[in-house]
């Protein structure tokens, strides 16, 4: 069982930057794809970015050029470096676990407003 902890989150203005992470416990780290989804009120989850076991990302068009994430396989982390926020990237951001099976931190809420 695959346990995924999601600190950070919070407000922050328009314009303005913010870190996410997810620490992963239970699991072998390194072989797994890791993934950050979204949730806006009213709308489905969608996928954001993701990392591979060999480090390759993936981004969503939409936040290619303002959103990071890397892995650290010897500390079993995924981070998220959310640049340049848009109200509209308000959501619930949610880390993904995949190797072997499927698993799904908390999430964690992400307001961008004045």
């Known amino acids: 069982q695959v346990q995924l902890v999601e600190p950070g989150g919070g407000l922050v203005q328009p314009g303005g930057s913010l870190g996410l992470s997810c620490a992963a416990s239970?699991?072998?780290?390194?072989?797994?794809?890791l993934v950050w989804y979204r949730q806006s009120p009213g709308k489905e989850r969608e996928w954001v970015t993701s990392t591979g076991p060999y480090g390759r990302t993936m981004n969503a068009d939409s936040v290619k050029g303002r959103f990071t994430i890397s892995r650290d396989n010897a500390k079993n982390t995924v981070s998220l470096q959310l640049n340049a926020l848009r109200p509209k990237n308000t959501a619930v951001y949610y880390c993904?676990?995949?190797?072997?099976?499927?698993?799904w931190g908390r999430g964690t809420q992400v307001t961008v407003s004045t």
């Open positions: 993904y676990y995949g190797h072997r099976a499927q698993y």
């Open positions: 239970g699991g072998v780290f390194s072989p797994a794809t």
